[in-house]
């Protein structure tokens, strides 16, 4: 084989070779989805990763999971509220940071209202929830899904002990007196069995105070 049949030669392969390179790239390209265009990456499906595994009993009527649009949550059941007549009334419970028991608090973290009324959980500072820790055995639980802005109506009478799932340890948590207090002694059995999670000395009787000053 002389020099030019060897360049012909050389030359040939090396067409084919780039022949098959692009071929397999193109290939490629065209079955490898495209990872930008996988499921929306909004806030909503980061909280989705880390909110707290547990059955919700609640449905959310706000208007879809790509937005941080406040939401209403009411029960999968019938709920009393719906023939009760009265002037009921809405307050409101901020997530903060820091307030005026420390860092990571709810505001106000004691609160009374009669049945039917709401609490809307507004979530002051990014990061927090609303789930509930124990309540009225006849009642529905909880969970504010990190909305912004979250409404609950309460139809069962009683004490509810609710935290802040990622914040639990720190003794983010509530109390909401619905009318009566009559689980009062199981309440304070949960009260002390949050407590003993909470890794923050300064705060870790800070439910067992606001129980002992506000439940009568």
């Known amino acids: 084989m002389n020099d030019k049949q060897f360049m012909t030669f050389f030359l040939g392969v090396m067409g ?3 022949i098959i390179f692009f071929s397999i790239f193109f290939i490629a390209q065209l079955v490898s989805p495209d990872k930008r265009a996988d499921d929306s990456f909004t806030v909503n499906s ?3 990763r880390i909110a ?3 059955q919700l009993n609640y449905t959310d009527s706000s208007s879809s999971d790509d ?3 406040s939401q209403v949550l009411a029960p999968k059941r019938e709920s009393i509220c719906k023939t009760a007549k009265g002037d009921f009334k809405t307050y409101v419970v901020k997530m903060l940071n820091q307030g005026a028991l ?3 608090v709810f505001e106000p973290a004691f609160i009374k209202i009669n049945t039917c009324d709401s609490i809307n959980f507004e979530m002051a500072d990014a990061g927090h929830n609303a789930v509930t820790v124990a309540a009225p055995s006849d009642s529905v639980p909880f969970d504010t899904k990190y909305k912004p802005s979250t409404v609950v109506q309460f139809d069962t009478d009683g004490i509810y002990l609710y935290k802040c799932a990622p914040h639990a340890m720190m003794a983010m948590a509530g109390l909401i007196q619905v009318s009566d207090t009559s689980n009062k002694s199981e309440m304070k059995s ?3 069995q949050f407590e003993s999670s909470v890794m ?3 705060a ?4 067992s105070d606001l129980f002992n000053k506000n439940i009568k």
């Open 102 to 104: 420390g860092s990571m």
């Open 200 to 202: 923050i000395p300064a």
């Open 190 to 192: 949960e009260i002390e």
């Open 46 to 48: 980061v909280v989705k």
């Open 16 to 18: 084919v070779l780039l």
């Open 67 to 69: 937005t941080l649009e």
């Open 204 to 207: 870790k009787t800070r439910m």
């Open 52 to 54: 707290p595994i547990g």
